[in-house]
């Protein structure tokens, strides 16, 4: 579904990204983990068109991602729920929402969508006339996945969900990132937190400066004496 | 009375310049210090169909098509190719087309002022006093076009657009928004509110000339810092702030050899009271 071969990013003279490939296939949950500054979030923002590559290749459905600019992306069914959330601070819940899905043009289908989110999210339900820079952290990343599952995702990205959250949330966005996945939406995740991520990835890669030192499935990984000491603490 | 309502319409004339300049700062971050030279183009816009064709609202419509077109022009030509250049380069870039525009009116108008006359409005008596109907009309014209403003921004999906670019350009492309259709349109928006500008400005001041762009711009520019830069109602605010105090500063004898330095004073105040403008928003810093 999403293939990614030989991506080079450069930041002026900082190369972050040093000739990265993975693959994601339909209906899996693949994670990305890695340390701080081990070029995740770049590898996300280069995906959905925020950044440009130096070199390499982004296919998404046998298109080249690299050639289309990033407001098209989403229509083409990739949602990316980006680091730090930045939800629009200054609209409303529900704004928010329907700038989410600003590529449906099906009234309906809009209506339909904001019942699938608020189904999952009833808390961005209550407060739906809310602003949403005044909405707590977890409500504001609650905010940021419902916002993204408005425009239909075949495939989502989010980077760091569980960021600055307290354990109870954390749960609680990892058990709605199964639901979404168990609805058939593929799930690229990106995350610091790797016991968690790597409890309910497929597959997984793990990053270090710029490379994939490390892929294979989640459950192995866990099991990598490795991971184990970099990663999980142990 | 009669200063007030003189100061509400100066105010709106300010407001509607004071809007483009907010409105291209907050979406595109840039300064267009061109935009008062827009004005100038819609008054000789004015000037020009007045003289073939007589009638003073076709003159009004062509002045806003002219302004718009131009408007539009001037970002594609000048600023979408600086896009993410320093913002200096962006400014000095801006003082060209500046330049440019002033000195083309010039070649074909000349340097001097010449006279436009869009009617004759004379002024209704309330009481004693008497009110300039030219300054009822731009207040109550003013406040349509700003309301309409305001509806299209918080209603349509373009203007939910403007504000979600105004916020977080990334952001707002990864909900698919378009950012450069988004910036092309505000420039037209502004540029066309320009042109009733300079509408509302004949019909107080009839006559034009290469520079007539350049005080109102400065006063409302300033309006638009008062009012905190970025911010829509704030530009709003600000522009009728400074009519206001422009109007009763200089019915006051004493004071009115001052006017201009009470303006930018009031702007300095605010500055060190509020140093993000009344209504404007200290902006988070995006990771
Ligand atoms: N806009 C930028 N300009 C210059 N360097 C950047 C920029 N963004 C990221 N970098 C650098 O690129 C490298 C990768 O950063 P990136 O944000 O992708 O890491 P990350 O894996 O997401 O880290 P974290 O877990 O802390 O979010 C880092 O060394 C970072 O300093
Ligand atoms: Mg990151």
Redesign the interface.
Known sequence: MLKIENLEVNYGMIKAIKGVSFEVNQGEVIALIGANGAGKTTILHTITGLVAAKAGKIEFEGQDLLKIPAHKIVGMGMAHVPEGRRIFQELTVYENLKLGAFIVNDKKRIEKNLEYVYAHFPRLKERKNQIAGTLSGGEQQMLAMGRALMSNPKIILMDEPSMGLSPILVSEIFQIIKEVSADGTTVLLVEQNAKKALAIADRAYVLETGNIALSGDAKELMNDENIKKAYLGE | MSTLIDGLSLGSIYALIALGYTMVYGIAKMLNFAHGDVIMVGAYAILSTIALLGSPIAAIVVAILVCTVLGIFIEKLAYKPLRGASPLAVLITAIGVSYFLQSVAQLIYGAKSQPVTIGNFGSVAVGDTKISLAAIITLAAGAVIMSALTLFIKKT?MG??M??VS??R??????????NKVITVTFAIGSALAAFASTFYLMQIPSTSPTLGAMPGIKAFTAAVIGGIGSIPGAMIGGMLLGIIEKISLSIPVLAPYTTALEFSLLILILLVKPTGLLG?LK?E??
């Open positions: 999906k939910r657009a504000l979600a916020e977080d990334g952001a707002a492309q990864l909900m698919g928004i378009n950012v928003k988070r995006k990771v």
